[in-house]
């Protein structure tokens, strides 16, 4: 995701944006109240509606703040139907409306289904417009470079870049996710893609037909937006295009998801560099040095030099484990030899220096020349920025792979959040004061004043409301805590995961999720279970990381039939949150260890380390929380509506046997207990038949 966008739009026989009269606040709530009743308006526009008392109340609550302004903090259980919730309010108020989601995909979802559905029903003249970042739109300018690319990685690029040349032919939009087939990690993409840095704005030949730009004025004219939380908080850092003068004009925020916001909007709110993003400028570099400017500088040297200081940048640190990340207090990270770190950030810096110098003596020969010496002094800028001292309360730390990405971070959005958004500083009589900006998610903490959530993204005085899930999770769902299991830090922890798996996914015929805490305990029991019915072929085993996770998903979802057997899913990280699989595609869930935040991350340290400066407990007031909302979300995946039923397997002793354990119990959802294996053994017997 970058930090600027575009946009598809739709339309429901809409005038200019935010036309129909906004009802008083108490018409609106009543307004809101009306929607959900028996025999309503959300009536016509779900099939399976059915009034419930907490998404009623939430919708008040929404209705509330649109209406007088403030913040609202709503955690609203799987099942009570929040974006109806939120959507219902927002459409009726007649405000523009500002609306961020996690993801893309959920992006599409709300854009496609859910808020036609409700303009249809609610008989509204919306106009909507679909934000997205740079990077998944086509750039037909940089598409026609890519022509001329004689560094194309293979010949399938070849052929991949002559199907997205024919697909530029009939697409409206640009919208890559629309092309059929397109391997969303395609090595092509950003070939065909811009970036902040390397846009070239209006200078761009293909400025009037360009897909960002079309969209961007689509969004400047709709009701309501819809985008993600990567493009606000990007946009936000950089105030440079969409949400900069989108904002303003806005009065209604809505942030669904918002459980993810503090770490997304950590990612942009600090400085990044990257060694791979050096190599992508000296790949830009060469092919338009070559296009544009041909033997006006040795542009195979000033590409040169830079690839070899970037290459030899990396190998300062070394080898490493694959997504280390290194602590960096000190003048170098921890490890890595003080003399040849710096030596190898001034060699950077001098390559940039010598590429930016020779651009400087062409780039009035072409745009892309001018906005190249733009990128060569920004990136030595940046470099520079690294070899001073952090800034104040921030935390420094560099990703090892392939490539290394320096990062400094703050440890929080509290202070963007309240300097940026509510503007807390401001004259309370501004406008600003006006504004209404509502944060939900199913999950957001386990105390009353959801402080998990609140307090990193700057929310204190927030008005919270908690809707609980109207499932009978004690009717629908059963935990099972496996005793005699080897210790989580244990080196057979993992086999014994894997057996539980097998025994319990052979027993049910797969329809088994195994969420794993760490990359490693996924290879080994994904191993494990691959090599156990591999020969047999009784189940099929899926594992992160070997298909891309929608086809991963997709297939999970059709379980056995037509000749093929039940699946087995073993995943980690993405797969703990925003997996829906309803139905019986999935009624085992199998979580390895309690999800605490790794102790040795140094954003994870510093966040402990000011804790305990307060004179507060890092454990009880960061560790517990954080492994406490993970759970909640892991074990979310498992019932997904009315109908449902399901099996929880926590295979970690500490749930039972630590103090901190009743808390993370009563963070989970109501199931009923199962307290011994011949329990466990029935109860997988009544999901079989």
Same mark, same amino acid.
């Given at each position: 995701?970058?930090?600027?966008?575009?946009?598809?739009?739709?339309?429901?026989?809409?005038?200019?944006?935010?036309?129909?009269?906004?009802?008083?606040?108490?018409?609106?709530?009543?307004?809101?109240?009306?929607?959900?009743?028996?025999?309503?308006?959300?009536?016509?526009?779900?099939?399976?509606?059915?009034?419930?008392?907490?998404?009623?109340?939430?919708?008040?609550? $929404?209705?509330?703040?649109?209406?007088?302004?403030?913040?609202?903090?709503?955690?609203?259980?799987?099942?009570?139907?929040?974006?109806?919730?939120?959507?219902?309010?927002?459409?009726?108020?007649?405000?523009?409306?500002?609306?961020?989601?996690?993801?893309?995909?959920?992006?599409?979802?709300?854009?496609?289904?859910?808020?036609?559905?409700?303009?249809?029903?609610?008989?509204?003249?919306?106009?909507?417009?679909?934000?997205?970042?740079?990077?998944?739109?086509?750039?037909?300018?940089?598409?026609?470079?890519?022509?001329?690319?004689?560094?194309?990685?293979?010949?399938?690029?070849?052929?991949?870049?002559?199907?997205?040349?024919?697909?530029?032919?009939?697409?409206?939009?640009?919208?890559?996710?629309?092309?059929?087939?397109?391997?969303? !990690?395609?090595?092509?993409?950003?070939?065909?893609?811009?970036?902040?840095?390397?846009?070239?704005?209006?200078?761009?030949?293909?400025? !009037?037909?360009?897909?960002?730009?079309?969209?961007?004025?689509?969004?400047?004219?709709?009701?309501?937006? $819809?985008?993600?939380?990567?493009?606000?908080?990007?946009?936000?850092?950089?105030?440079?295009?969409?949400?900069?003068?989108?904002?303003?004009?806005?009065?209604?925020?809505?942030?669904?998801?918002?459980?993810?916001?503090?770490?997304?909007?950590?990612?942009?709110?600090?400085?990044?560099?990257?060694?791979?993003?050096?190599?992508?400028?000296?790949?830009?570099?060469?092919?338009?040095?070559?296009?544009?400017?041909?033997?006006?500088?040795?542009?195979?040297?000033?590409?040169?030099?830079?690839? #070899?200081? @970037?290459?030899?940048?990396?190998?300062?640190?070394? !080898?490493?484990?694959?997504?280390?990340?290194?602590?960096?207090?000190?003048? @170098?990270?921890?490890?890595?030899?003080?003399?040849?770190?710096?030596?190898?950030?001034?060699?950077?810096?001098?390559?940039?220096?010598?590429?930016?110098?020779?651009?400087?003596?062409?780039?009035?020969?072409?745009?892309?020349?001018?906005?190249?010496?733009?990128?060569?002094? /920004?990136?030595?800028?940046?470099?520079?920025?690294?070899?001073?001292?952090?800034?104040?309360?921030?935390?420094?730390?560099?990703?090892?792979?392939?490539?290394?990405?320096?990062?400094?971070?703050?440890?929080?959005?509290?202070?963007?959040?309240?300097?940026?958004?509510?503007?807390?500083?401001?004259?309370?009589?501004?406008?600003?004061?006006?504004?209404?900006?509502?944060?939900?998610?199913?999950?957001?903490?386990?105390?009353?004043?959801?402080?998990?959530?609140?307090? =990193?993204?700057?929310?204190?005085?927030?008005?919270?409301?908690?809707?609980?899930?109207?499932?009978?999770?004690?009717?629908?769902?059963?935990?099972?805590? =496996?005793?005699?299991?080897?210790?989580?830090?244990?080196?057979?922890?993992?086999?014994?995961?894997?057996?539980?798996? /097998?025994?319990?996914?052979?027993?049910?015929?797969?329809?088994?999720?195994?969420?794993?805490?760490?990359?490693?305990?996924? !290879?080994?029991?994904?191993?494990?279970?691959?090599?156990?019915?591999?020969?047999?072929?009784?189940?099929?085993?899926?594992?992160?990381?070997?298909?891309?996770?929608?086809?991963?998903?997709?297939?999970?979802?059709?379980?056995?039939?037509?000749?093929?057997?039940?699946?087995?899913?073993?995943?980690?990280?993405?797969?703990?949150?925003?997996?829906?699989?309803?139905?019986?595609?999935?009624?085992?869930?199998?979580?390895?260890?309690?999800?605490?935040?790794?102790?040795?991350?140094?954003?994870?340290?510093?966040?402990?380390?000011?804790?305990?400066?307060?004179?507060?407990?890092?454990?009880?007031?960061?560790?517990?929380?954080?492994?406490?909302?993970?759970?909640?979300?892991?074990?979310?995946?498992?019932?997904?509506?009315?109908?449902?039923?399901?099996?929880?397997?926590?295979?970690?002793?500490?749930?039972?046997?630590?103090?901190?354990?009743?808390?993370?119990?009563?963070?989970?959802?109501?199931?009923? #207990?199962?307290?011994?294996?011949?329990?466990?053994?029935?109860?997988?017997?009544?999901?079989?038949?």
């Amino acid at each position: 995701m970058t930090e600027s966008a575009a946009a598809s739009s739709g339309r429901h026989d809409a005038p200019a944006a935010g036309v129909w009269p906004a009802p008083e606040a108490q018409d609106l709530e009543q307004l809101a109240r009306e929607a959900f009743v028996p025999g309503g308006v959300l009536s016509r526009a779900a099939e399976a509606f059915r009034p419930r008392h907490g998404q009623t109340e939430m919708a008040a609550a $929404v209705a509330r703040t649109i209406a007088h302004g403030g913040a609202l903090v709503v955690e609203a259980g799987t099942g009570v139907g929040k974006t109806f919730s939120y959507l219902v309010p927002a459409l009726l108020s007649g405000e523009r409306v500002l609306l961020s989601t996690a993801t893309k995909t959920l992006q599409d979802q709300l854009f496609a289904r859910d808020l036609p559905r409700l303009a249809d029903a609610l008989g509204l003249p919306v106009r909507m417009a679909l934000l997205k970042g740079r990077a998944s739109y086509l750039c037909t300018h940089r598409l026609e470079l890519a022509r001329h690319d004689a560094n194309l990685p293979d010949r399938s690029a070849l052929r991949t870049l002559a199907k997205i040349e024919q697909w530029a032919q009939t697409t409206r939009s640009g919208d890559l996710a629309e092309m059929p087939g397109l391997d969303e !990690r395609s090595p092509l993409l950003p070939l065909v893609t811009s970036t902040r840095e390397n846009c070239l704005g209006s200078q761009c030949p293909k400025f !009037r037909t360009c897909h960002v730009n079309a969209a961007r004025r689509e969004a400047m004219a709709a009701d309501v937006v $819809v985008i993600n939380h990567h493009l606000f908080f990007a946009d936000l850092a950089v105030r440079e295009s969409g949400m900069a003068e989108l904002l303003p004009s806005v009065r209604v925020v809505i942030f669904d998801e918002a459980h993810q916001l503090n770490e997304t909007g950590v990612q942009f709110l600090g400085r990044q560099l990257g060694t791979g993003q050096v190599l992508d400028f000296a790949r830009d570099m060469l092919g338009a040095g070559l296009q544009f400017a041909r033997g006006l500088v040795d542009w195979q040297l000033a590409a040169g030099t830079l690839e #070899r200081a @970037a290459r030899d940048f990396r190998l300062s640190v070394g !080898r490493t484990a694959p997504g280390a990340r290194l602590r960096w207090a000190g003048a @170098a990270p921890d490890g890595v030899d003080e003399v040849t770190w710096c030596e190898g950030l001034a060699a950077l810096a001098s390559a940039l220096d010598l590429a930016a110098e020779g651009l400087a003596t062409v780039h009035e020969a072409a745009p892309d020349l001018a906005r190249l010496h733009e990128r060569a002094v /920004q990136l030595a800028q940046r470099v520079r920025a690294f070899e001073e001292a952090p800034q104040q309360g921030a935390v420094r730390w560099v990703d090892a792979g392939t490539h290394l990405r320096l990062v400094e971070s703050p440890l929080d959005i509290a202070e963007a959040v309240q300097r940026k958004l509510l503007k807390t500083d401001a004259d309370p009589e501004a406008e600003n004061a006006r504004k209404a900006w509502i944060f939900t998610s199913a999950t957001l903490g386990d105390d009353a004043r959801l402080s998990w959530f609140t307090e =990193p993204c700057g929310l204190g005085d927030a008005e919270v409301v908690r809707v609980a899930s109207p499932f009978d999770y004690a009717a629908q769902a059963a935990l099972y805590l =496996p005793r005699g299991l080897p210790k989580p830090n244990d080196p057979g922890h993992s086999d014994a995961v894997a057996r539980v798996a /097998q025994r319990a996914a052979l027993r049910i015929g797969g329809r088994t999720m195994v969420l794993t805490t760490t990359l490693r305990a996924l !290879r080994a029991i994904g191993e494990q279970l691959q090599a156990r019915f591999q020969a047999t072929g009784e189940l099929e085993v899926l594992v992160q990381g070997q298909w891309p996770k929608r086809r991963l998903i997709d297939r999970f979802r059709e379980g056995a039939g037509d000749g093929r057997p039940g699946c087995i899913l073993v995943a980690s990280a993405s797969f703990w949150e925003g997996v829906d699989v309803p139905g019986d595609a999935l009624q085992l869930v199998i979580i390895d260890k309690l999800p605490f935040p790794p102790p040795g991350d140094p954003l994870v340290e510093a966040r402990g380390q000011r804790l305990q400066a307060q004179g507060r407990s890092p454990f009880n007031d960061y560790f517990v929380p954080e492994a406490a909302v993970a759970l909640k979300q892991g074990a979310g995946r498992l019932i997904r509506r009315e109908s449902d039923r399901g099996l929880l397997v926590v295979c970690d002793t500490r749930l039972e046997q630590m103090g901190y354990g009743r808390r993370l119990l009563a963070a989970l959802p109501p199931m009923r #207990r199962i307290v011994d294996e011949g329990g466990f053994e029935e109860a997988l017997d009544a999901l079989a038949g």
